[in-house]
């Protein structure tokens, strides 16, 4: 069943002096969506999440909300909406109570019964009940980031934009954050941005990732992962061998690309991580069989006790780096593994 | 159309009320204005009216509305809280209004504290067998403050909008209110007037209008004239129409 199209986006640019922020995007958010935005720092989210909110006009392109163009009808537009800005800003001096009752008035809720009855709900959802009469300048990062999601849903609107809802949160934080979009899901289109992959995989039905202002993925979590999940590397575990003896070993084979090999002195193993294909791309499937053989073949020439043999795919992260044409993790994973080896020597 | 006005200026008057910052102005601009009233028209002079106290508030403003003014919009700027603000379902106008509002109103619960003045000055400091104190004029000069405060708040509330930094729009703001205090100040008018027997006269009768002082002594001297509201409603418009300007060249 296609649910009806709550966010229609059609060529949206956004420049600033020399800098287009937002590109050329095009997409739709549908009612009942959890989308998650991805993208590094500066891809254009919240430039693209400002335009939607009208707080910026568009320099190309139309968007509509909810029917509402943002062109025509931006007070109809942010009418529809709930808006979380990055950082959640908040007016300090007043007290949560305050803060939310001012927000729901400017929102339209003008029936006293109606506007206490949505406070109420706010506040519970979002766990704000401790710290109802708190001036909002007293409360920590986290419970400030809950007003700002309690502001954004006081007036029960049909879609949420919340512009980095996680950030600046400590771990137990962001799990009871993530919840909160969760529950408030279950009933909203939520349309969030991020740059934490889990976050996508936790809560969202659908990704969508820019880079630069252009998007360049736009899938459920699990299908933008299988897009690029096909092993890049064979991760092998041996035990009680020197591992300088290994490294010299597996140098000599030209079934992977490049190999690196860490001694786990407590363990008493030895890791050794198998980088398959050409760098930058995903490597064929016979490549990646190829490797195993002959890694399989080296281990038995040796007489090295072989005790694990896999294929790592791409975590969302990878994907994400894939996606945004940055380059593949496993050549920071080179890195830190060349400087390890001098490490464990030392130790042994 | 007007509920968001309200809200916006409900909000704005509660941030003046609820924060120190707006009672240590108060209490400056009021220990300040009455005491030097006190000193001067008392003392000095010995002139039971209230003439002087009020040929002093264009000074006073000069200092005491920037600082009010200050921090309506730069706040918001500094805070963040303008996007909050901007993605409501308002129309700009009515934010820039509101504010103003809030502006106006704390200005005139502040001069209402200055209402003990009058009162003491016809109760208790009457001379013997004198008339009491003619309320008309003071009553035309306390509006005549209400319009002066007008001008320089609208002044200060654009200048407020072009910053984050209060500091900044302190100074803007009350160096714009110099400008518009200067020119209609009469020692400076006549300074004109002697620059040339030929056009100084002229120039001065033009530029002086203008001035804020100009249609300030007029409404104070208990005439109210519809030139000088057509004047100050003027200024004030065009101000905050920049104002609204402003805010909006940032989308």
Known sequence: ?348 | MIAPVFHILRRELAAYLNTPIGYVFVVFFLLLSCSFYVFLALFVEGVSDMRGFFSWIPIFFLIFVPAISMRLWSEDRKLGTLELLLTFPLRTWQAVLGKFLAGLLFLALTMLLTLHLPIVLDTYLRPENQPGLDWGPVIGSYLGTLVLGMVYLSVGAFASSLTGDQIVAFVIGATLNGVFFLIGFPPFVSWIRDFSSEWGPRLAEFVQRFGVSYHYDSIARGVVDTRDIVYALTVTGFFLFLNHLVIERRR
Request: hydrophobic share 40%; aromatic share 4%; glycine share 10%.
């Open chain 1, 1 to 348: 069943m296609a649910a009806e199209v709550l966010v229609d986006v059609q060529g949206l640019a956004k420049t600033y002096g020399p800098l287009r922020a937002v590109d050329g995007l095009t997409f739709q958010v549908r009612r009942g969506e959890i989308v998650g935005l991805l993208g590094a720092n500066g891809a254009g989210k919240s430039t693209l999440m400002k335009v939607l909110t009208c707080y910026l006009t568009p320099d190309e392109g139309t968007a509509t909300v909810a029917g509402c163009s943002i062109e025509s009808d931006p007070v109809g537009v942010r009418r529809r909406l709930g808006y979380l800005p990055e950082n959640a800003p908040l007016y300090t001096e007043m007290r949560v109570r305050e803060f939310l009752d001012f927000v729901a008035r400017m929102r339209g809720l003008n029936a006293r019964a109606r506007r206490m009855e949505r406070i109420e709900w706010a506040v519970e959802h979002c766990g704000l009940k401790p710290k109802y009469m708190a001036p909002i300048g007293t409360l920590s990062r986290g419970y400030r980031q809950r007003v700002g999601i309690a502001q954004a849903v006081v007036h029960d609107p049909d879609l949420l934009i919340l512009d980095e809802p996680t950030s600046g949160l400590d771990p137990i934080q962001i799990v009871e954050i993530r919840r909160l979009i969760a529950i408030i899901g279950q009933t909203k289109t939520v349309f969030f941005s991020t740059h934490i992959m889990q976050e996508v995989e936790a809560v969202c039905s659908r990704a969508i990732v820019i880079n630069k202002g252009r998007l360049v993925a736009d899938g459920s979590p699990t299908d933008l992962k299988a897009q690029t999940a096909r092993p890049g590397r064979l991760v092998a575990r041996l035990r009680g061998v020197d591992a300088s003896n290994v490294r010299k070993a597996l140098e000599g084979i030209s079934a992977w690309r490049k190999s690196s090999v860490r001694a786990v002195p407590d363990q008493g193993l030895v890791e050794c991580v198998l980088h398959v294909g050409a760098g930058g791309q995903q490597p064929e499937a016979r490549e990646v069989n190829a490797a195993g053989e002959a890694f399989f073949a080296a281990a038995r020439e040796h007489g090295w006790p072989l005790l694990d043999l896999h294929g790592e795919g791409m975590s969302l992260e990878d994907a994400f780096l894939a996606a945004t044409g940055h380059a593949p993790r496993d050549d920071d994973a080179q890195d830190a593994s060349a400087a390890e080896p001098a490490q464990t020597k030392a130790q042994g």
